[in-house]
């Protein structure tokens, strides 16, 4: 059983950063796709590599501490959104439980 568990969310102001992190365990890290999705109130869950122009937006991998990382920079007000990380491995995909960022005008 994949557990995939988020941290480093938070309020930030607009223009600033903030650093999200997605532990992976249950899984050979090396053979796991992790993705970062978010979902603002009312929208639809959209995926947050698609969103890297300009930029603002890098995914990294730490393949030693299993981890993913998804670096925020200069945040807006409407990148405000629950982010989760999504897996997929053996076939099957697994969901964090998100963790919340929410950037200040």
């Known amino acids: 059983q994949v557990q995939l568990v988020e941290s480093g969310g938070g309020l930030v102001q607009a223009g600033g950063s903030l650093r999200l992190s997605c532990a992976v365990s249950?899984?050979?890290?090396?053979?796991?796709?992790i993705e970062w999705y978010r979902q603002a109130p009312g929208k639809e869950r959209e995926l947050v590599a698609g969103l890297s122009r300009g930029g603002r937006f890098t995914i990294s991998r730490d393949n030693a501490k299993n981890t993913v990382d998804l670096q925020m920079n200069s945040l807006k007000p409407e990148d405000t959104a629950v982010y989760y990380c999504f897996a997929r491995y053996g076939g099957y995909a697994y969901w964090g439980q998100g963790t919340q960022v929410t950037v200040s005008s």
């Open positions: 249950g899984s050979t890290f090396s053979s796991t796709v």
